[in-house]
């Protein structure tokens, strides 16, 4: 009796992952490294910014990152975003399976526009979220410019009365 068998060709993908994984962590053992160092690396966390007439914000994920380990600074027009995020040695460390948070510290640095005004700066963290809110200076917030609608018709007047000559 023949027996049919779906073919998956992503089946064998896990199997190959799990290999390679198992023989870089081999070699770096007999290098004379250790398990920590693979995990801990220098690592980029997601940035979102962006912009209103008021201020300009960031928000950086740094989840799993005390706020003690966070440091923001700004100095000649750069704003500097460092941290670490630690990696917390277990008893069980020798059951992990996989490991794919990324440990280790972190700069991001952002060149800021003119129009901030490098005095009005605030930080909070939420829930794993950084959030840096940069205020703009008074004299870079867009002003509104009425336009007077009386002295359009007056312009309006005279044009008619000229033609109106002309005919």
Do not use: C
């Not at 690396?41 to 928000?59: C, M, R, W």
């Not at 600074?73 to 704003?79: A, S």
């Amino acid at each position: 009796m023949t027996v049919l068998t779906r073919w998956d060709p992503f089946r064998e993908f896990t199997t190959l992952q799990e290999r390679m994984n198992r023989l870089v962590r081999d070699q770096y053992r007999a290098e004379g490294g250790s398990e920590e160092s693979l995990t801990t690396t220098n690592f980029a966390p997601p940035v979102d910014v962006y912009e209103d007439e008021h201020s300009i914000t960031l928000k950086i994920e740094v989840p799993g990152i005390d706020e003690k380990d966070i440091d923001v600074r700004i100095e000649n027009n750069t704003l500097t975003v460092h941290g670490e995020r630690k990696f917390e040695k277990e008893e069980k460390e020798e059951n992990f399976r996989r490991v794919e948070r990324q440990y280790g510290s972190f700069t991001r640095q952002f060149t800021l526009p003119n129009t901030v005004d490098p005095e009005q700066v605030s930080a909070t963290y939420d829930k794993g979220v950084l959030k840096i809110t940069l205020a703009k200076k008074a004299e870079a917030k867009p002003k509104q410019i009425k336009v007077n609608v009386g002295s359009e018709r007056t312009l309006e007047g005279k044009e008619s009365k000229g033609a109106g000559r002309a005919a």
